[in-house]
């Protein structure tokens, strides 16, 4: 699995046949079943990270945060979520 953070620019994911965009300050979950890809809509601007997750290190974490892992992997689209700007900063400057 892996997370892919956008700190500048758009970028245009193609998972599973669809399309999404990410755009800064968006964290975007990918499932180890999707099959994707990233476009770069402006390449001189874009700016993200992919970050892998081993999924033992994801089955321990949801274990210690007592979260239903099948909500990560049920739907059909990877999940994506707009960061506030305190959590960003500690991703990000960390």
């Known amino acids: 699995c892996e997370f892919t ?5 758009m970028v245009r994911q193609k998972c599973n046949n669809s399309f999404f965009d990410l755009s800064p300050k968006q964290l975007c979950f990918v499932r180890d079943a999707d099959i994707h890809t990233s476009i770069c809509l402006n390449c001189e601007e ?3 990270y992919n970050i892998g997750i081993p ?3 994801l089955n321990n974490v949801a274990q210690y945060y007592n979260y239903p ?3 990560l992997f049920k739907p059909k689209m990877p999940i994506v979520i707009d960061l506030r700007q305190k959590d960003y900063d ?3 400057l960390s």
């Open 46 to 48: 874009a700016v993200f």
């Open 5 to 9: 953070i956008m700190i500048s620019g």
């Open 90 to 92: 500690n991703i990000v």
């Open 69 to 71: 892992l099948e909500k």
């Open 55 to 57: 999924t033992t290190h």
